[in-house]
């Protein structure tokens, strides 16, 4: 049975340094399992000699690196989204300067144009409006664009969440649930920052269950850490998203 993919290690230059070192150390291969999946793998042996120091045989370890491989996919895909950031962030600034000659240029507009002609007014006001969302727009790529340290700072982590769950509007349909371990110490963190993510996620619950349902969110001290859930009776992320739902701009809506 062929164990190895593509090139074999124990021949040609490879092999002739193997023999002159005695070791080899790390070498990356692919390996081929009984159903022919190809495993990446990091080998490394020794060579076995008899009493001639003749080479009777290689002896060696191979470490299977698939999920070092998909680590370092995502690193590099992270890396390729930080630079596209930077870029975005050039252009965002461009875009919004000249929005901003937009939203001047449209104000100038309704106080001159005393008119009644509905229409007119009907297609300004859609103009502003669409400045503003795209105004909008552009802040999140500003806001991905930039790398800001966190202000650090002590906070009531109880007061925090209820504070983030009273800026979003809840339906009468939807039944909040809250569960605090009372010893809940204060916390050090961006008070701001994650007020947003206590928002964005319990905005995206909601949206989820579609106006009925139970949001459950739950502070847990686990030993030095604390563990906040949220939980909601939607459907649930889709396999194919899980792994994108980190990635800037990614959205299913």
Request: aromatic residues 8%.
């Amino acid at each position: 049975q062929q164990v190895f993919e593509g090139e074999m290690p124990f021949e040609g230059a490879k092999f002739k340094k193997i023999k002159e070192d005695g070791y080899f150390k790390n070498y990356e291969l692919l390996f081929l399992s009984k159903d022919k999946e190809k495993i990446p793998v990091l080998f490394s042996g020794s060579v076995m000699r008899d009493k001639e120091a003749r080479i009777i045989g290689i002896v060696g370890l191979g470490k299977d690196i698939r999920e070092l491989k998909k680590i370092q996919e995502r690193l590099a895909h992270f890396e390729s989204l930080a630079a596209m950031g930077k870029v975005a962030g050039i252009i965002g600034h461009g875009f919004r300067n000249q929005l901003g000659v937009m939203r001047n240029v449209v104000y100038f507009l309704k106080m001159k144009l005393h008119t009644e002609d509905e229409k007119i007014k009907t297609h300004l006001n859609i103009l502003d409006e669409e400045i503003v969302r795209s105004d909008r727009f552009i802040e999140h790529i500003l806001v991905y664009s930039k790398t800001k340290q966190p202000e650090l700072k002590i906070v009531d982590l109880k007061a925090l969440l209820s504070a983030s769950i009273g800026k979003v509007r809840i339906s009468d349909k939807i039944e909040i649930i809250t569960q605090i371990d009372k010893d809940m110490p204060n916390i050090k963190a961006d008070e701001i920052e994650l007020a947003q993510v206590f928002i964005d996620i319990v905005s995206n619950a909601l949206e989820a269950m579609s106006g009925e349902g139970k949001l459950t969110i739950k502070a847990i001290r686990v030993n030095d850490f604390i563990d906040i859930l949220f939980e909601d009776t939607g459907p649930g992320i889709k396999k194919e998203y899980k792994e994108r739902i980190f990635e800037p701009f990614f959205s299913t809506k």
